[in-house]
Every structure is written in C-alpha cells, then in structure tokens.
C-alpha cells in the first residue's frame, strides 16, 4: 500500500468517525426532544389534576358556607 493509499484511508476512517458520532448526537438529540415532550404532557396533566382538585375544593367551601357549617 502506498503512502498516498494510506493516507486516503486515514482520511475515511476519520470521515466515517465523524459521520458516526454526528449520528450519535443526532440521536441524543431526539432522545432530548422526546423527553422534554413526555415532560410537558406530564406537567400539563398535573395542572389539570390541580385545577380540577381546586374547583372541587371550591365548590365544597361554597357548600359548607350556604349550609351554614362553615363561619368566617
């Protein structure tokens, strides 16, 4: 193999480690993405749990003062 052929193949090698670790960022990145996504489903959920726990608490203070069981 001639130096010239040798230095060719470097070249590919680093190409392809390039290529490689390009792919690899390119999946950390959509793993990250995805994430952040469940992330958000899941605080959004819990908002609407604890808007819906504070309604009912609500509604439940207004029925103890309207019965008279609750003074201020």
Known sequence: MSENEKQIAKLALLGESI???GQAITTLAAYLALEEEIEE???AKM???IDYVLKELIQIKMNLET???LHR
């Open 67 to 69: 019965s008279g069981h």
């Open 19 to 21: 290529g490689l670790f």
């Open 41 to 43: 489903d899941q605080l």
């Open 47 to 49: 908002q609407e749990q």
